[in-house]
């Protein structure tokens, strides 16, 4: 288990961490939603290994969705190009007890032997590459499944959204829309000979799919991302890492305050008795981010 102290108490320390990034409710509540979801899916695919490639992750923090599948037991490798970003998301991952293999790598040709991985999963980034030459390097690199969780353009806050970034003059940074649909995904994977396991959807919140961050500062290291020629989104919306590691901290010390732990329990209950009672269908609809979970045909290996 790559988790250091009791396992109850690193996952407990995880959930309360999602309150302390300042990133906004709609954040927060997606990464309660996915460590919900995440747990699940090791458990019902009997998950060990994990290796997330692209690793964009939330707020320009490579493999902080990936804390989960660490949390549960899994070995984790996490593969970016920037090392300044390796090297923040390594701290932060130590400040909460967990372990990771944090690997400097492109996508493309990233280096991993085949067969390597009980799972490989990226979120949010096809909208932003080659999206058929990464679930390529996906399917190579696992020996059993890969994982690829999408912006949904059918989102009835979609037009919102979008009409959000126009009114505040801000460049769309979400990646393309013709690529924010299963259909896109499953035509990729039919033409991979690739098998869909599962299609659904999470992050489900009552409020349309929005940036409602509280503050943003932070600068993106443009020297790793040119040197690479990557293409996924290199922006860092965070507070100082100084502040956010002081915070980690004084969860391993303090109790949450009543605000806090009213919110997680308002996302635990809108979760349990809405969200995960939701059809597949309507989810799919209504949902922040559907998802794909596939695995390569055996005849094709």
């Known amino acids: 288990m790559k988790v250091r102290g009791s396992g109850r108490t690193v ?10 990034f300042d990133e906004g409710y709609g954040t927060a509540y997606e990464r309660f939603a996915f ?17 997330e490639i692209p690793a964009d992750g939330i707020m320009g923090i490579p493999g902080i969705k990936s804390m989960i599948f660490a949390c549960v037991g899994c070995e984790v490798t996490v593969a970016h190009p920037s090392k300044e970003l390796l090297k923040m998301s390594r701290e932060i991952w130590n400040a909460l007890g967990l372990n990771a293999n944090f690997v400097r ?29 990464v679930i390529r390097e996906m399917l190579c690199t696992s020996k059993n499944l890969i994982f690829m969780e999408i912006q949904n353009v059918f989102n009835i806050g979609f037009p919102i959204h979008r009409l ?5 003059k801000e460049p769309w940074d979400h990646g393309n829309p013709l690529k924010m649909n299963i259909s896109y995904i ?19 919140p009552p409020w349309p799919d929005i940036n409602m961050k509280i503050g943003e500062s932070g600068e993106k290291n443009e020297k790793d991302w040119k040197d690479i020629g990557n293409e996924i989104r290199p922006n860092v919306r965070l507070k100082c890492l100084e502040e956010i590691l002081y915070e980690l901290e004084a969860l391993q010390r303090t109790k949450l305050q009543f605000k806090e732990r009213l919110v997680l329990f308002m996302f635990d209950i809108w979760h349990k008795f809405v969200e995960s009672k939701m059809p597949t269908p309507l989810k799919i609809f209504f949902a922040h981010h559907p998802y794909v979970i596939a695995r390569k045909r055996r005849d094709s290996e």
């Open 35 to 51: 460590n919900k979801f995440a747990s699940q899916m090791v458990r019902k695919y009997n998950i060990s290994t994990v290796l």
């Open 105 to 133: 790598a492109y996508w493309k040709d990233a280096g991993f032997r085949e067969n390597s991985f009980d799972l490989v999963w990226n979120f949010c980034v096809i909208e932003h590459i080659d999206a058929e030459e």
């Open 186 to 204: 499953k035509r990729i994977l039919n033409g991979l000979n690739a098998d869909i396991v599962e299609v659904g959807a999470t992050d489900m």
């Open 164 to 168: 959000y970034h126009y009114l505040r």
């Open 11 to 20: 996952l407990k320390n995880l959930q309360a961490s999602i309150l302390a």
